[in-house]
Each structure stands twice: as C-alpha cells, then as structure tokens.
C-alpha cells in the first residue's frame, strides 16, 4: 500500500491509493505556499497534483516540494476553472478536475495538456475515476449514492443506499430526514489498484467499500468519534 501521510486539521483520508488529504481550510502545505479553500493533494509517481480551489488551478510540485508549473486560471474556456472543487487521478497517469461553478468535469494528460470534458446537470458530492475511464460522481439525489458515467456522458450503472440522519445517528433524529436528505450523503471516493470504491461520508462516521461492479463488500461505523453533521475521519483499510 501507498500512503500520503498528510494532516489538514478537517479531514484526514487513510486509504489503499497514492492520495488522498482534502481540507476545506486554509491550509499551509508545501513550503512557503498557503493555499485557500477546498485544497487536495493527488499524487501520480513523483509529481504531487495540489488543488487551490479558490484561486482556481492546480499547482504542480516535485518529490522535493519545490513548484514546477499549474494547470488552469479563473475562466470558462477549457483548461480554465471556476471553483474546482476536486480532483483524481487514474491509473494511466490522466488527471481529472471537478470543475464545480462551470458545472462540468476536464480531464488532462500527465503533461497537464487538455484533453475534454463531461458536463455536468447537478450537483456532485463525490468523485473518483478508475483505470476504465469511468467516471465516479456521488448523486444521492437520483436516488442511489454513485452513479457511474463513461467519458462521453453515458451513464453506466448505479449503485450504493444513501443514508439517513436517523439511520447514522438513531431514531432521535428523525425529523431530519428530510431536511438532510443530501447533506448527510455527501461523500469522499476513492478507488484502489482492484479497482473496489471506497467511500467515505463527511457528516456521519460511517466507511463503505463496494466491489467495481458496485457490490457492497462492507459497512463499518467509526466508534468513539464524537459526530454530529461534522466530524473528523481516518478511513483506514
């Protein structure tokens, strides 16, 4: 296994893939480089891939933690961003980026050079990729927790129970079913070299693994972590 040891102070991410470390906190990363909301690193070989999400690109730092180039700029044209909120990489070395305010998903070689993009109709709360070019988009609110997207925006299976309020933190709280019916499902995804999905839930304690085929291998609950729609998770396996 690969780990990227990395602590945010938000949400810390232990799984069996080269990434992962999210914050949405300003956070001081690499040496003499701050960088705002919604920060990732991603790292394919020796190149690590660090989202700044809202100075909208993604910067490029060596094994050494010196810079050595960016993808992207504020705009609309592609290879441009506006708020990208996440990004992944495949097995093949392509880098993906959610780009959240253009509502869509661009996708670039190793090189950083444009390659296309998926538009997107809602919302996304997760978002992973595997070595298939198959695209992984957390949306609850078509009522399965993933569903799976080729390149071209043809949607190929879905899979996965979106969780309830109640169902994460007992029958108490109920009445906010409805009102949390998205919220509470909104997740982190990654996937390993079997290509099995893990997911990780922001607002409850609970981990999932599911087969590529979207078969659920198991559910666990994090014990002894004090959650109420905003915890702080390490996801193990």
Same mark, same amino acid.
């Given at each position: 296994m690969k780990f990227l040891h990395f602590i945010t102070g938000c949400i810390l991410f232990y799984l069996p893939t080269p990434n992962i470390?999210?914050?949405?906190?300003p956070v001081e990363i690499f040496q003499d480089f701050t960088f705002g909301t919604y920060t990732k690193i991603v790292r394919l070989e020796d190149i690590y891939f660090v989202l700044d999400g809202s100075n909208h690109r993604i910067i490029l730092f060596d094994f050494e933690q010196r810079a050595i180039g960016n993808i992207g700029r504020s705009g609309q044209e592609p290879g441009a961003f506006h708020w990208p909120i996440d990004i992944a990489v495949d097995?093949?070395?392509?880098?993906?980026?959610?780009?959240?305010?253009?509502?869509?998903?661009q996708w670039f070689d190793k090189n950083g050079q444009y390659q296309g993009f998926l538009p997107l109709n809602s919302t996304v709360r997760g978002f992973a990729v595997n070595s298939k070019d198959e695209i992984f988009l957390g949306q609850p609110h078509d009522g399965k927790l993933i569903s799976v997207y080729n390149k071209k925006g043809d949607?190929?299976?879905?899979?996965?129970?979106?969780?309830?309020?109640?169902?994460a933190y007992g029958e108490e709280y109920t009445d906010y079913d409805d009102w949390y019916n998205i919220a509470i499902n909104r997740i982190e995804m990654?996937?390993?070299?079997? @290509?099995?999905?893990?997911?990780?839930?922001?607002?409850?304690?609970? $981990?999932?693994?599911?087969? !590529? +085929?979207?078969?659920?291998?198991? @559910?666990?609950?994090?014990?002894?972590?004090?959650?109420?729609?905003? $915890?702080?998770?390490?996801? !193990? +396996?």
């Open positions: 470390a999210q914050t949405t906190q097995q093949i070395g392509s880098l993906y980026v959610l780009d959240s305010g253009n509502k869509r998903i949607i190929l299976r879905q899979f996965g129970e979106p969780i309830t309020a109640s169902t990654d996937i390993d070299e079997q @290509e099995n999905i893990y997911v990780a839930f922001y607002h409850a304690p609970i $981990i999932r693994k599911y087969t !590529s +085929s979207g078969e659920l291998v198991y @559910e666990k609950r994090i014990d002894g972590i004090k959650a109420h729609f905003h $915890i702080i998770l390490t996801v !193990s +396996s």
